[in-house]
Nanobody, 115 residues
Framework: QVQLVESGGGLAQSGGSLKLSCAAS????????MGWYRQAPGKQRELVAE???????DYGDSVKGRFTISKDNAKNTVNLQMNNLKPEDTAVYYC?????????WGKGTLVTVSS
């Protein structure tokens, strides 16, 4: 089992940047996929970005060209660099690790972007 803790959320202005980090207890190398999802009030949880295996990246259409996902195996973290933020990015962001037989989720970190 992998436990995940997100950090880095907060308040940003439109056009600004934030970096989210997901720290894991347990080795993230055991995750078949790792990624970030988000959920805004009244909306479904949606894919932000995922790393499939080690080299394949998948981004949600609304964040392509603005967000970048990365893994740091030495620090056992997965990061999300968010640039050119928009008010529509306001949501709770969740880290996910998919293993054989289990999906592991963090508790989430709130990102608020002002217009």
């Amino acid at each position: 089992q992998v436990q995940l803790v997100e950090s880095g959320g907060g308040l940003a202005q439109s056009g600004g940047s934030l970096k989210l980090s997901c720290a894991a207890s347990g080795n993230i190398r055991s995750c078949i996929t790792m990624g970030w999802y988000r959920q805004a009030p009244g909306k479904q949880r949606e894919l932000v970005a995922e790393i499939i295996g080690s080299v394949t990246f998948d981004y949600g259409d609304s964040v392509k060209g603005r967000f970048t996902i990365s893994k740091d195996n030495a620090k056992n973290t997965v990061n999300l660099q968010m640039n050119n933020l928009k008010p529509e990015d306001t949501a709770v962001y969740y880290c996910k690790c998919s293993q054989v037989g289990a999906n592991n989720w963090g508790k989430g970190t709130l990102v608020t972007v002002s217009s």
